[in-house]
């Protein structure tokens, strides 16, 4: 009879076992969705639709936040008319003209370029955008020369000094001629 008992609970206990391993599998996708099926921008840019108009990896390119800015990334119109996106970041103002059923790629069109950046570069820059009757603000990243495929496009040109990714001083010490090191 102990024996009986003994291996009737072996069998709940197996069977809880595979129901709680079950359950824990099949459960997954609802306690932690997978990261795939989250949408976001693999670029240094933003992404957002205002209804027909998508914008794709839009940044601003600037020495600094009191320099002019030029915007960078793609902006789609899949409606049937022509649409004027307006942008202002942080005060300042640029249009872009969008054909029906078309994109603009910023970096091969003519200049978009705003006053001033409104944020140094590395930060984020609160800019609006507005087509169609819609509008939406997001922060959008102010970048500079120090990322080797943005400096052609730094309004005026890039500075001619070698950049400096942490845009910081080099340490005394670290020239040509010190030892040690990486």
């Known amino acids: 009879m102990k024996n ?27 306690i932690s969705p997978q990261a795939t099926t989250d949408s976001f921008a ?8 205002l209804g027909d108009v998508k914008l794709r990896n839009v940044l ?3 020495e600094d936040a ?13 409606g049937d008319s022509a649409q004027t996106v307006t942008m202002d970041a942080d005060g300042a103002k640029a249009t872009i003209e969008v054909p029906a059923n078309k994109e603009v790629v910023l970096e091969k069109s003519k200049p978009v370029v705003l006053e001033h950046a409104g944020a140094e ?6 800019t609006t955008f507005t087509a169609g009757g819609k509008d939406s603000t997001v922060s959008v990243p102010v970048l ?8 052609s496009f730094v309004p005026g040109g ?15 010490g670290h020239g040509e001629h010190a030892e040690g090191g990486h």
């Open 60 to 62: 601003v390119v600037a």
């Open 4 to 30: 009986a008992a003994h291996k009737k609970l072996q069998q709940l206990g197996l069977g809880a076992a595979a129901l709680a391993v079950l359950t824990g599998v099949s459960g997954c996708a609802y």
């Open 158 to 172: 890039a500075p001619t000094t070698p950049a400096n990714p942490s845009n910081t001083k080099a340490p005394e």
């Open 121 to 126: 570069p590395g930060l984020m820059v609160d």
């Open 66 to 78: 009191k320099s002019q800015g030029r915007v960078l990334g793609t902006v789609i119109n899949d």
């Open 42 to 49: 693999p670029a240094d840019g933003v992404q957002m639709d």
């Open 144 to 151: 500079d020369h120090t990322y080797p495929r943005y400096a």
